[in-house]
């Protein structure tokens, strides 16, 4: 069997079942380039060795092309886990991993877990029935700028709905957009285009490093965004929601009291935690 199972956010967010069903898994790979796993997904693959688990760190070329075709010839003989941050196939995608196996007749196995989706969404504030398309944003390829972010914010808009964006990241290359940096692209996209879809007086929440300990949100002005890069300095993976214009009532209040009050994370589990839980799962 290839199982494909999802390890939320964080050492704080992994499920319990999930790892129960890493830890029946005769060989673990774990996708190292899609996203990070705080605080480090180093600390899996040390106590899964520990525990006498066959495991490798998969990079682009091992989860796609011939790499896949690696993977789904051993699961022809045994069970084998790819390890996804977050969940396996709604913020990254794999589901060409699931066509290829399921042609060659392998059994699969989906185990979702907490992803950017819906963390964000819960730590906004924002009602989630009014949430439209998603997209990412990236930079500029080849002189290609891509302006299809603008077009999901500008129907979004259209709609009264608010839009979740991500942020371009390449772990292989140590390279994650900041928050000023999209939003100025986006304005660039929108000047081009001499549109009036996003204002710099416009409210936008801003998500950094979700559920980790260095979890961080902020809610501010297009304007005051721009200004602030050094605020984005401390954190590496970041979200950006755009709401609509017209906020419900509640949602106006809630973000208003966020503004002035103080709703934090705090980190509980330690890696001498999960250690524990593991070697119990496994005994």
């Known amino acids: 069997m290839l199982k494909l199972i999802g390890l939320g956010l964080s050492i704080d967010s992994l499920p319990l079942g999930n790892l129960k069903k890493i830890l029946s898994c005769n060989e673990v790979i774990i996708d190292s380039y899609t996203s990070i796993w705080f605080p480090n997904i180093h600390l899996i693959e040390s106590l899964l060795m520990q525990l006498g688990k066959k495991v490798w760190i998969a990079s682009r070329n091992h989860l796609e092309g011939s790499g896949v075709k690696n993977i789904i010839d051993k699961s022809l003989g045994k069970d084998v886990c790819i390890l996804v941050s977050g969940d396996p196939l709604i913020a990254t995608t794999h589901s060409s991993i699931i066509t290829e196996a399921l042609t060659k007749h392998v059994e699969v196995e989906v185990v979702p877990a907490v992803s950017i ?30 302006e299809y972010p603008f077009e999901v914010i500008k129907m979004n808009r259209l709609q009264n709905m608010h839009t979740l964006l991500l942020l371009e990241i390449d772990v292989e290359k140590n390279y994650y957009m900041k928050p000023n940096e999209a939003i100025k692209m986006l304005l660039e996209i929108q000047e081009r285009k001499t549109e009036k879809i996003i204002s710099l007086k416009d409210t936008i929440i ?57 709703m934090r994370y705090l980190c509980t589990a330690s890696e001498e935690d999960l250690k524990r839980i593991a070697q119990v799962l496994h005994t």
């Open 206 to 262: 801003i998500l950094g490093d979700v559920m980790s300990c260095k979890q961080k949100v902020w809610i501010m002005s297009v304007e005051a965004a721009l200004r602030a890069e050094n605020e984005f300095q401390y954190n590496n993976l970041y979200t950006i929601i755009i709401p609509s214009d017209k906020l419900h009532p509640v949602e106006k209040e809630c973000l208003d009291l966020i503004k002035t009050g103080n």
């Open 117 to 146: 989706f819906n963390a964000a969404i819960s730590l906004s504030c924002l009602q989630a029935y009014r949430f439209g398309k998603m997209a990412t944003i990236v930079s500029p390829k080849n002189g290609i700028v891509y």
